[in-house]
Nanobody, 123 residues
Framework: QVDLVESGGGVVQNGGSKTLVCTAS????????VAWFRRAPGKEREFVAA????????YFGDSMEDRVSISRDNAKNTVWLHMNSLKPEDTAVYYC????????????????WGQGTQVTVSS
C-alpha cells in the first residue's frame, strides 16, 4: 500500500506555470512507476505524464506533451509535475498514481491514487 498526496494546485493565469507535487508514504515508492492523470469537467480522465522508477525515462500525453515535464526523487518519496504555458483547457483535477511495475500510460495499471489537486487556469 502506497498513500499519495498531491499538492500545488490552485488558480493560475492563462500562459502561466505551475508545479504539482506528489508525496508518497507507506510503501516501496521507488519500486514503481509514477504517473499524472487529469480529469477536466465533463470529460474522461486522461493521461498527462509518467516516469520510470529511476527517473530516467518519461512519457507524455498528447494534450500537454510540449508544455510539461516530470521528475522524481526517490529519497524524498516525491514526484513533481512541471507545467508551462497553461491554457484554460488545462483546468482539471490532477491525480498522481503509482503501483505500476512498468512505465505505462494506462490508468488501469496504477493501483494507488491520490485524491487529486484542482488546477484552474483563468482566461
Amino acid at each position: 500500500q502506497v498513500d499519495l498526496v498531491e499538492s500545488g494546485g490552485g488558480v493560475v493565469q492563462n500562459g502561466g506555470s505551475k508545479t504539482l507535487v506528489c508525496t508518497a508514504s507507506g510503501g516501496s515508492f521507488s519500486d514503481y512507476a509514477v504517473a499524472w492523470f487529469r480529469r477536466a469537467p465533463g470529460k474522461e480522465r486522461e493521461f498527462v505524464a509518467a516516469i520510470d522508477i529511476f527517473g530516467r525515462t518519461a512519457y507524455f500525453g498528447d494534450s500537454m506533451e510540449d508544455r510539461v515535464s516530470i521528475s522524481r526523487d526517490n529519497a524524498k518519496n516525491t514526484v513533481w509535475l512541471h507545467m508551462n504555458s497553461l491554457k484554460p483547457e488545462d483546468t482539471a483535477v490532477y491525480y498522481c498514481a503509482t503501483g505500476a511495475l512498468v512505465t505505462t500510460t494506462l490508468e488501469q495499471n496504477y493501483g494507488w491514487w491520490g485524491q487529486g489537486t484542482q488546477v484552474t487556469v483563468s482566461s
